[in-house]
């Protein structure tokens, strides 16, 4: 059973950086894609960032592009999502998920494995 935890989020100034964690717990990551969700108050989960179990293959979301990095370390089996610039439009609960083969990276319900999220708030 993969067990996901994720970690890094808070209370931040708009213009700022955080990092996102995502754990697997008693586990390795190796063999899984992953990816980034988000659920902002009233709207629904939408892919941020995914990237594909050998590490080369990566999607991001239109709004994530040039400003977040997701990767891989396979020694920590954590994977990353680096967020720089943040204005308060990416204020969300955040989600790592994982799953072992699927369609495309950006699709949620293709996932099997759900953390139970961080929350991260933006303010101006």
């Known amino acids: 059973q993969v067990h996901l935890v994720e970690s890094g989020g808070g209370l931040i100034q708009a213009g700022t950086s955080l990092r996102l964690s995502c754990t697997f717990a008693?586990?390795?990551?190796?063999?899984?894609?992953v990816g980034w969700f988000r659920q902002a108050p009233g709207k629904e989960r939408q892919i941020v960032a995914a990237?594909?179990?050998?590490?080369?293959?990566?999607y991001y979301d239109y709004s994530a592009r040039g400003r977040f990095t997701i990767s891989k370390d396979y020694d920590k089996n954590t994977v990353y999502l680096q967020s720089n610039s943040l204005n308060p439009e990416d204020t969300a609960d955040y989600y790592c998920?994982?799953?072992?083969?699927?369609?495309?990276?950006?699709?949620?319900?293709?996932?099997?494995?759900w953390g139970q999220g961080t929350q991260v708030t933006v303010v101006s």
């Open positions: 998920a994982a799953r072992l083969h699927g369609p495309s990276l950006s699709l949620d319900y293709s996932y099997d494995y």
């Open positions: 008693g586990g390795t990551l190796r063999g899984y894609d």
């Open positions: 990237i594909g179990w050998g590490g080369s293959n990566t």
